[in-house]
C-alpha cells in the first residue's frame, strides 16, 4: 500500500511545483522576517540615540541650574535681594541670646518620676546619708 502511495505521488506531475511553491514561500517568510527585525533594530537604534540626546541637553541644563542655585544661594546676593528689593537695613551690632530656664514640668510617666528620684540620690551626699542596720537570711 505503501508503494503504490509513492507511485501515485511521484507520478503525480503537479507534486515537484507544490515543492518548489512551498520551498518558494518559506525563503520570503524567512526574508521578510529577516527585512522586519532589521527594520526594528534600526528604529531602537535611532530611539536609543534621540534618548542619548536628550540626556545630555539635560545634563546641560542641571549643570546650568546648578551653578543657577548657588549664585543666587549666596550670602551676598541674599544680602542685595534683602536691602534693595524688602528694604532692610545692616545691623553692625553684636547679637546676643538669650536662654530661657527650663520650666519644671509634672512628671506624667514611671520613667520620668524615675529620673527624678535617680537625679535627688545623686545629688545627697555621704553626711546626709544614715547608716541603719542591714539583716540578711543566710
Known sequence: MRKKFKRKISSDTSFPYFRIVLILLL???LAL???WQRVCVIES???IQTLKNQLSSCKAEYKYLSLDVTKLGSAQNIERI????LGMA???QPISFLVEPKTSEKPT???SKAKQA???MTNIS???VEAGEVKHDL
Open 118 to 120: 535617680v537625679e535627688k
Open 126 to 128: 555621704e553626711n546626709q
Open 45 to 47: 537604534a535611532q530611539e
Open 82 to 85: 534683602a536691602q534693595s528689593e
Open 90 to 92: 545692616t545691623y553692625d
Open 109 to 111: 510617666s514611671l520613667l
Open 33 to 35: 522576517v529577516y527585512v
Open 27 to 29: 525563503v520570503v517568510g
